[in-house]
């Protein structure tokens, strides 16, 4: 059996890439990628993650959850220039976007800064810029 932190790692990119209702669902996503798990650990895996469900029924990371919910509120407008992605919000949101991004791990990005209204974005290359672009339009 493969160890705890990186099954709980492939279940965290599991549910950012899936629309899971149930712990079969993760159960037979989990076995394709070679982890072969009692529902008793799957239980134990979700109450340690801290997964939540969604209106909809899919689980869901609580880092997801707070950066849909601070990029609805506070984003105004995002370019991308290079690989740079430029985050503009309302004044004031800068710093608890740019955490909530980081708390996110969001692919491709590096790393933020923030100002008051401002947030640059590092990603790996340009085209991981969009794809940050894309996911936080998403989000909107």
Known sequence: MKKRAQRRDVI??????HQVHTQK???????????DCTQATISRDIADI???????GCYVLPEDLRLHRMVSELVE???V??????VK???GGA??????IDMAGLLGSLGTVAGDNTIMIAARSPEDALA????????R
Do not use: C, F, H
Not at 25 to 35: F, K, P, S
Not at 50 to 55: A, D, H, I, S, V
Not at 95 to 100: C, I, L, Q
Not at 132 to 139: C, G, H, I, K, R
């Open 81 to 86: 220039a290079g690989n740079l992605v430029v």
């Open 77 to 79: 407008d995002i370019y």
């Open 132 to 139: 940050v672009q894309e996911s936080l339009n998403a989000l």
């Open 25 to 35: 669902e993760l159960a037979e996503l989990l076995q394709a990628q070679g982890y």
């Open 50 to 56: 801290g997964l939540m469900k969604t209106q909809g």
């Open 95 to 100: 710093p608890g976007v740019a955490g909530a």
């Open 12 to 17: 965290r990119t599991i549910v950012r890439q």
């Open 89 to 91: 919000t309302y004044s």
